[in-house]
């Protein structure tokens, strides 16, 4: 194999390592061993005041802390690629404004 092919494993590899190792050894604390900083946030305001009251509450709750996980993950993987279409697009643009000869001005 090419050395490229090598290291391209040994990525692949490292990648599925950092993903299997916490889920193999039970990383994390209490029934969601994976809670966000939000659930840890509004834990502390509780512990601190009791007697809090939030402003407001959300519009839609999911049934299921795998549901809930999987909608954040759905927005941030399509708030990534408008990113990624976005800039895509930008340097398509600069290529053909720099084939064109056209400069900024």
Not at 16 to 22: G, H, I, N, R, S
Not at 57 to 76: D, H, K, T, V
């Amino acid at each position: 194999m090419r050395r490229f092919s090598w290291v391209n494993l040994l990525l692949l590899f490292a990648v599925l390592l950092l993903v299997v190792m916490p889920l193999a050894f039970g990383l994390g604390s209490g029934e969601e061993p994976f809670s966000g900083a939000d659930a840890l946030a509004e834990q502390a305001i509780v512990d601190d005041h009791p007697d809090y009251q939030p402003w407001f509450s959300p519009i839609y709750e999911p049934p299921s802390a795998e549901l809930e996980s999987g909608l954040f993950a759905l927005q941030a993987a399509l708030g990534a690629g408008l990113l990624g279409y976005y800039f895509g697009v930008a340097r398509t643009r600069q290529r053909q404004r720099d084939a064109a000869g056209w400069q900024r001005g």
